[in-house]
């Protein structure tokens, strides 16, 4: 079954620690096989307090999606993304239509 992250994010409020996660997310995106935002339909944000992003990242399984967030590349690459932006993070198990 497959596994999703769904990042809520603030508004990006340091542009080059957000470039920074960027380059560094390439290619753990790549080792993990992940797609973002999945679906022909993006989310709709309806109630939000500081919520300005919602990302939906697609793993081939709900184990890549755990293991991707626990790879110590990524948790490297994540300080970058808590400087550029203040987000939530959920590991789900299931499968977007």
């Known amino acids: 079954m497959k596994g999703y992250w769904i990042v809520l994010g603030t508004e990006v409020t340091d542009q080059a620690a957000h470039a920074e996660y960027n380059r560094l997310?390439?290619?753990?995106?790549?080792?993990?096989?992940?797609k973002i935002n999945p679906t022909e339909t993006p989310p709709i944000l309806k109630e939000a307090r500081d919520t300005a992003r919602v990302i939906i990242v697609e793993f081939p399984t709900y184990e890549d999606a755990v293991a991707c967030y626990e790879?110590?590349?990524y948790q490297a690459a994540k300080t970058f993304a808590n400087k550029a932006a203040k987000r939530d993070l959920l590991i789900v198990r299931g499968?977007?239509?």
């Open 25 to 34: 997310w390439a290619p753990i995106a790549e080792k993990y096989g992940v």
């Open 95 to 97: 499968e977007i239509a």
């Open 71 to 73: 790879d110590p590349d």
